[in-house]
């Protein structure tokens, strides 16, 4: 199992060899401590590999062959339990590794240095952790840096008191801005996944069912979505992926009432669980999806009311005359 001190010991050595290695990325450092490897594994895939792909494996190897021996085995050990996890930990893991080593080129040779001097792993994290703090203060408006450097002076409680404080604000502002966004939408692909569920829903819809599913369309989305997702819950089909991940099949949550629901439903764990999602951008339109259908399954009430009126709406819509 990998760890945070493991992943920034690693990540310390790529970003000190990087200047060497030039423009090869990370993923090209860790094809090369298995450079022998890789090749076998394009050689039996369908697809062979590019010849600029080759040449980036071989000169990824041969800088690997330069370094010193400790680091290689400590490369090895890395690549080996990396490779042992799922796919999904090996990308999140591979973009840390990445952004902290784009961090590190970034800091200021103080701050290289006093993270240089840490004695041990356990000791870099949290000199780390120590840099950061100071560098997300120094992004805050100048009254709230003054009001820390005051807090500060008079107790160091005070200080963390209002630090988190700030803390806090700061999140609920980026989460707000982010439950405000509209997911990146692939409109092929939501076409698609939409004439699938359709085609699987069909089947087992009444005439009076279709006909309602039929003035649905008309309406467009998100009526049509959500009246797809009423017969579907009726007939036990599963709602797709695609369309859910979105946020197109539940009804819209305004930011306000569900950044609310989020700090003052929910039981500490699963408030802890959401946010700790909402800080990977790989998870977040998923942990949104999941919020706004968690706070529809406590709100069963209002969601019913609202799918009833709707469906009430298209039932009691006057047809047109022949």
């Not at 949290?126 to 500060?152: F, G, H, M, N």
């Not at 803390?167 to 989460?175: A, M, P």
Request: hydrophobic share 40%; proline share 5%.
């Amino acid at each position: 199992m990998l760890n945070l001190n493991r992943i920034l010991s690693v990540s310390a050595i790529f970003v000190n060899w990087r200047v060497r290695i030039g423009m090869l990325t990370f993923t090209a450092l860790a094809a090369m401590v298995g450079y022998l490897w890789a090749v076998a594994e394009h050689s039996s895939s369908a697809s062979a590999p590019s010849s600029a792909h080759v040449a980036a494996l071989r000169q990824a190897y041969r800088q690997f062959l330069q370094m010193p021996a400790e680091k290689r085995q400590r490369l090895l050990q890395f690549d080996q339990a990396l490779r042992e996890e799922d796919a999904a930990t090996q990308a999140r893991l591979i973009r840390l590794m990445v952004r902290y080593c784009e961090w590190l080129e970034r800091l200021m040779p103080e701050e290289r240095a006093y993270l240089d001097q840490a004695t041990d792993d356990t000791d870099k994290l949290a000199r780390v952790r120590v840099l950061k703090e100071q560098q997300w203060i120094r992004t805050l408006p100048r009254a709230d840096q003054v009001a820390l450097s005051e807090a500060r002076q008079r107790s160091e409680s005070e200080y963390r008191q209002l630090l988190e404080r700030l803390r806090d604000r700061e999140k609920q502002l980026d989460w707000e801005w982010n439950l405000a966004a509209a997911p990146a939408e692939d409109p092929e692909l939501v076409r698609t996944a939409i004439t699938r569920w359709v085609k699987q829903l069909k089947p087992h819809l009444t005439s009076e069912e279709a006909q309602l599913l039929a003035e649905a369309q008309k309406r467009g989305r998100p009526v049509y979505l959500w009246v797809l997702a009423e017969l579907s819950e009726k007939h036990r089909l599963p709602i797709p992926q695609d369309l859910y991940r979105l946020r197109l099949v539940y009804p819209p949550v305004s930011q306000s009432r569900l950044w609310q629901f989020l700090r003052n439903e929910l039981d500490s764990a699963t408030r802890a669980e959401f946010e700790k999602r909402f800080r990977d951008p790989a998870e977040r339109e998923l942990a949104l999806a999941d919020l706004v259908r968690t706070y529809w399954q406590a709100h069963r009430q209002e969601l019913q009311r609202l799918r009833e009126q709707e469906l009430r709406r298209l039932r009691d819509k006057p047809k047109p005359s022949k």
